[in-house]
């Protein structure tokens, strides 16, 4: 599986674009050597995982996992902890400033929130391992609730649960500020919620 964990890492260069920015290339370079070995261990430890699952570990849980918990090992956890929290965040914020100029475009903003159901259901449904509450929505409003998370559950499983939060935090990054939507939370299960909550709304 090393080929594939090292294909899969090549994907992660904004993670190694702020860890070098903090580290310096040497030093980087050793993380994300055992990163790229732990990641690979982690593939082969978790291939049986149904494939829709298997889209959240190995593209976004495994690989953030991997770069942590092996940077925890040659510098204070606050600094690790900030090479993942930094990089998603430089990466959301740009979705959501090409997401931003998609809501200018008349009418964009009432499918967006169309869609947001099929999206959901195809990404995040029981098949990807999450489990949700649907709601009936009113024309121009979504809301869903998930119960059941694959972040909370792995990054528990792996010891390093607080990185859920971070990816509780994407969907604010990306989904908070957006022109004519007006995106409410008011939990997170990575932030010790019983739910994370979306609700969106045409404004």
Request: glycine letters at 6%; charged letters at 30%.
């Amino acid at each position: 599986m090393i080929a594939e964990a090292e294909k899969i890492m090549k994907k992660k260069s904004f993670i190694r674009k702020d860890m070098e920015r903090q580290l310096g290339k040497k030093l980087s370079d050793d993380i994300w050597t055992d990163a790229t070995e732990k990641l690979s261990e982690l593939l082969v430890r978790y291939n049986d995982l149904p494939k829709g699952v298997h889209i959240h570990t190995d593209n976004y849980i495994f690989p953030s996992a991997s770069v942590y918990l092996c940077a925890k090992e040659k510098v204070d956890q606050k600094t690790a902890y900030s090479i993942i929290e930094n990089s998603a965040s430089a990466l959301t914020n740009d979705v959501a400033h090409k997401l931003g100029d998609f809501m200018k475009i008349p009418g964009m903003p009432s499918l967006f929130i169309k869609m947001w159901d099929i999206m959901c259901k195809k990404l995040y449904g029981e098949n990807n391992g999450f489990r949700n509450i649907y709601y009936d929505n009113k024309k121009g409003e979504y809301r869903m609730d998930v119960i059941s998370c694959p972040f909370c559950h792995y990054f528990k499983e792996l010891g390093c649960f607080e990185l859920t939060k971070i990816y509780c935090e994407n969907d604010d990054r990306v989904y908070g500020n957006l022109p004519h939507i007006e995106f409410i939370r008011t939990s997170t299960l990575g932030k010790g919620g019983d739910k994370c909550d979306f609700f969106a709304r045409k404004i």
